[in-house]
């Protein structure tokens, strides 16, 4: 059983040690046994040798945000000990290898000096001096901790000699699976769950999945030694069908349900993986056609090329999108407002991390929303779409298309980086609910005998589209102003109607797509204190949610999934209603709580602000609103947990 509701495992070193091949067979390992995961990634922008670590909640119930104690510290090296040991909880316990317990702190390369600053701080307030990490141990026993040195190059030299491999060189990089044999152990876990997720992670390689096999073995059993740790995971049983995936597969699975047929992009943290994700899975076996399908990925020599890419492909009736950060949507800026202009339906799922200019590359953000609303010159429509969580990434992607095929305009799909890292265990999704609208596409039956206008003025403002190709059918496409036929016109009559035309697709999107798609609205109608907010703060905001009312406070939460065209009236409604209005966001200027001022005149009371490149967790957003219930709160609280 666990000894709480739910356990904390963290895994950190150097980047390329497998720090991420660990985490991920241990929560494969856990989903395998009935158990909920939720998995925080962080890793440094050198891409490799500095610090990285992943963050894992284990729980009965389901959880979608990080904590910020750990339970249990599995280090690889040195500095992830001394970087982490005071988020070891009481009761917790650390891994490590037993040859790093002599280590010096000053011979430590990696951590810098702002480091230094903050941990001298804390060694002096707890009064100590340490030379060795063998001394900050011994403070972190004093709290009832457990230390658990393990001779990893003694069993290394075991397993060696079990799989008749003599060269050390070769078996260094099983490093991590003993740290996770010894950890499994620790929790008496089932190690045959743990044995499957190391053969489903290393399918295909018979060789591998045997060496690591025997490592894990030789581990477990050495840890058998060890006793007294309090903290025990159980499988349970469940008939619930569940999927583990990280945030950009889910929005990759998405499009591929969706039926995106050409994704454009160029190589940028963290958007790539999701492009790469395709890569993997792009030839596609459906039901409905005997030889399947596929879809194309194209890698373009940077991001102009690639949003200019998928608008050409999406005037040839395809369904396209095109996956980048905040410095490449920069560079798409002249090419999204071209496809404003000529009403193409092309999508672009921007993945949001610190900013500005390169920013905090691989580090968290949600600064973007203002400029996803407003980039471009000039005014043209756009949707926007905000995912709160890795199911909203897969069904947003594929209204993304939807809403731009319907209305034949850009669709923004902003995914922040915390969502797109993080993993979790989600229950299949429900295919039932998906909808494909491809909305006023004709083909060479309805333009034959006619003179065919591209952009022809209607009533819904909404012109009847054909593919490039299409008999019968010229169309040109120009940059510049146009005329119904699309031929380039700058006359101000024209310029007026034409303006009018595409901007007033967002007030039929306004009317037509239904509230329960645009926001979400959790807990009592009639509560005192209103949260706002957008995005991956969403599973914090919940959690805190559940504990505050426990403690019998009164308090409701205003997710918005679709920032533009802004559900002005029914925002302004429930916000209207409170006593207390707290916005809760990832950036300096609380950009959300300035939009929805400006679109209904309403102002926040409070605002619980993080930009320090770390996602937003359940404990801190709880002790922020907690502060506000109790009349306790500046008006501005800037949350800074993080390493």
Known sequence: MMSKNDFAWMAGGPQGAGVDAAANIFARACCYGGLHVYGKREYHSNIKGLHSYFHIRISRQEVGADVDRVDLLCAFDAETVVRHIWEVAAKGGIVLDADTLGTKLSDIPTLPPPFWTEFNKKLAQKGIEPENLGDILNEAKKSNISVYPVPYLQLLKDVGQRIGEEKLSRLTRMVNVLALGVCSKLVNYDRSLVERAISTIFRGRPKIIDMNLHAFSVAYDYAGRFAGFEHRLESIQTDERRTFLQGTQAVALGKIVGGCRLQTYYPITPAADESEYLEENELLETMSQRDGGSILVMQAEDEIAAINMASGAALTGARTATSTSGPGFSLMV??????????????????????????????????????????????????????????????????????????????????????????????????????????????????????????????????????????????????????????????????????????????????????????????????????????????????????????????????????????????????????????????????????????????????????????????????????????????????????
């Open 334 to 643: 002249e090419g999204l407002g071209w496809a404003g202009n000529c009403e193409v339906p092309v999508v672009i799922n921007y993945y949001q991390r610190g900013a500005p200019a390169t920013g905090l590359p691989t580090r968290h953000g949600q600064d973007d929303l203002r400029f996803a609303i407003h980039a471009a010159h000039g005014e043209f429509p756009r949707i926007v779409l905000c995912s709160g969580d890795i199911e909203e990434c897969f069904y947003d992607a594929i209204e993304a298309f939807n809403y731009a095929e319907r209305y034949q305009t850009p669709v923004i799909h902003l995914i922040d980086k915390a969502l797109a890292n993080s993993s979790k265990s989600c229950k299949f999704f429900d295919l039932s609910k998906i909808r494909i609208e491809r909305g006023q596409l004709w083909n060479e039956a309805d333009v034959k005998g006619r003179e065919y206008k591209r952009f022809r003025f209607t009533e819904s403002n909404i012109s009847p589209r054909v593919p490039l190709g299409t008999p019968s059918a010229v169309l040109w496409y120009t940059g510049d102003e146009h005329d119904e036929l699309g031929h380039i016109s700058e006359e101000p009559d024209n310029r007026t109607m034409m303006v009018e035309k595409r901007m007033k697709k967002l007030e039929i999107a306004d009317k037509e797509i239904p509230i329960q798609k645009r926001v979400n609205f959790f807990g009592d109608s009639d509560a005192t204190h209103t949260i706002v907010s957008w995005g991956s703060p969403k599973g914090a905001i919940l959690e805190a949610m559940e504990r505050l009312r426990e403690e019998r406070h009164r308090v409701n939460f205003l997710q918005v999934r679709m920032a533009h065209p802004l559900p002005s009236e029914y925002v302004a409604g429930v916000l209207g209603e409170a006593e207390k209005r707290i916005v809760v966001e990832g950036n300096y200027s609380a950009q959300l709580g300035g939009l929805i001022r400006e679109k209904t005149g309403v102002a926040m009371d409070h605002f619980v602000l993080k930009w320090n490149g770390r996602p937003i967790s359940s404990d801190e957003v709880y002790e922020a609103l907690k502060r506000i219930m109790q009349n306790k709160a500046p008006r501005r609280q800037v949350l800074m947990h993080g390493n």
